[in-house]
């Protein structure tokens, strides 16, 4: 009953987003973490890793063989063994003549043999161990890569909303560029504007309704974008609109990140793994014992004839050393590996600290940066209405109307990119310290 239940949650969860109008950032996110196609071939990986892992441990049982051999010959040696395994000797066999120069003979041989491995120089357990550790470092690098793509979605999300409120700026900008057009018209007409001021007015509202189609277009584009990495085709849709500027517990992000950087545990794992390999290379130089048994069936005629048959059981113990020294090398190589990871261990370690670091630093400045764009759209404001009421009584240009005009449009564009930049410092502080899992 719960997979039941579990399935038409989700189901219901999947239908009201495709008939809703609006696109939660936790919905988003929710949507790439279950359907964007790089993690579900990072899951596939993952899933190969664990077959391999699980193919690891096969070498702890025994090996079962079937053979079925047809042989005929001339050849003396191989005509009397033939001939002693089928229980078919006889006393004329014994004849010089026929030991020397038989007729020639055939053979069905069938052969059932068991091998299982006792102790093969550590090899058996070194490749399970190291089996498991790959697995467990290939499981950490898809959780980080799950970061990347809810990092890569949220930087989506904010592009549609950069795009979303500079239309709406472009939109107003147009409504009062034609407010000044239709003043500038009205006094030219009264004999107290240029026309000169007509045509700087038309042209002011050209380039506001040029910067709304490319808010436009970079809208669909943007949405067009969260489409790919969502791996869904959304129906037309908008976005939440998203608050000033998240809030950031400093201090915890720079405690946790070490403890929660997946990358860091894939080569914390990876250098573990080294250890293995060392210990698997090792193994070809040292003993190795085995044990193994066979029962075959000869027959002249026919495959399974059993006209003799018999058994062999027994133990095994090799001991090969490779004179050369490349067993020794390989196994030097990989110390060298093991020391170079440990270096780039250090090195990211310290750059994960840095990263952090440096994405608090960019959220302090786009906070700095939103208070400033807020207090210039609040006085740019009021230039422009105390510019207009100053242009009707003939006191400044249209030009001098324009120009504050164009700084409170430029007021109002940079606070939503501080907005959008305060979102994208708090995502680069939630990719730095692998905390996505908070806007779940």
Known sequence: MLWIFCLVLSIFFHLSIAFSNTLSLKEALRLAKEKNLELKAQ??????????????????????????????????????????????????????????SPSSYQNFETNFSIEL????????QALNKLSQLKLLSTESSRLRKTDEILFETYLAYLWIFLNKEALKVAETSIAE???????????????LALEADVY??????????????????????????????????????EIEDLQACPVVDENR??????????????????????????????????????????????????PFQSHGDGYTAGLKFVWRFDTGLTVLKKAEAVIERKSALLER????????LLEVESA???????????????????????????????????????????????????????RIEAIKACHE?????????????ELL
Do not use: C
Not at 62 to 71: G, I, L, S
Not at 425 to 437: D, N, T
């Open 425 to 437: 410092a708090f995502a680069k502080v939630l990719f730095a310290s692998s905390s996505f899992e």
């Open 117 to 124: 491995p006792i102790w093969l120089g550590g090899r058996i």
């Open 253 to 302: 992000y720079v405690q946790t990140a070490l403890q929660k950087r997946q990358d860091l545990k894939a080569l914390d794992y990876e250098i573990k793994a080294l250890d293995e390999e060392r210990k698997l290379v090792l193994s070809d130089n040292l003993p190795q014992i085995s044990g193994f048994a066979e029962y075959r069936l000869n027959g002249k005629n026919y």
């Open 360 to 414: 608090i630093s960019d959220y302090r400045n786009a906070l700095a940066k939103l208070r400033s764009a807020e207090e210039r759209v609040k006085h740019a404001k009021e230039v422009v209405r105390v510019m207009s009421i100053r242009y009707n009584a003939g006191l400044v240009r249209m030009v001098d109307l324009l120009d504050a005009q164009t700084q409170l449009d430029l007021a109002r564009f940079e």
């Open 345 to 352: 261990y250090k090195y990211l370690q310290e750059n994960i």
């Open 177 to 191: 560029a034609e407010e000044h057009l239709r003043v500038a018209q009205a006094r030219h007409k009264a004999g």
């Open 43 to 100: 899951e596939r990986m993952l899933k190969a890793m664990q077959l391999e892992k699980e193919s690891a441990k096969g070498a702890y049982y025994p090996v079962f063989k079937f053979e079925e051999t047809y042989a005929n010959t001339n050849l003396p040696a191989n005509v009397f063994s033939y001939k002693l395994n089928q229980g078919k000797m006889e006393a004329k066999d014994f004849e010089l003549k026929r030991l020397n």
């Open 200 to 237: 700087r007015a038309e042209v002011y509202l050209a380039k506001a309704r040029e910067s709304k189609d490319v808010a436009f277009n970079n809208l669909n584009l943007a949405k067009r974008r969260l489409e790919v990495l969502l791996n869904t085709k959304l129906l037309p849709f």
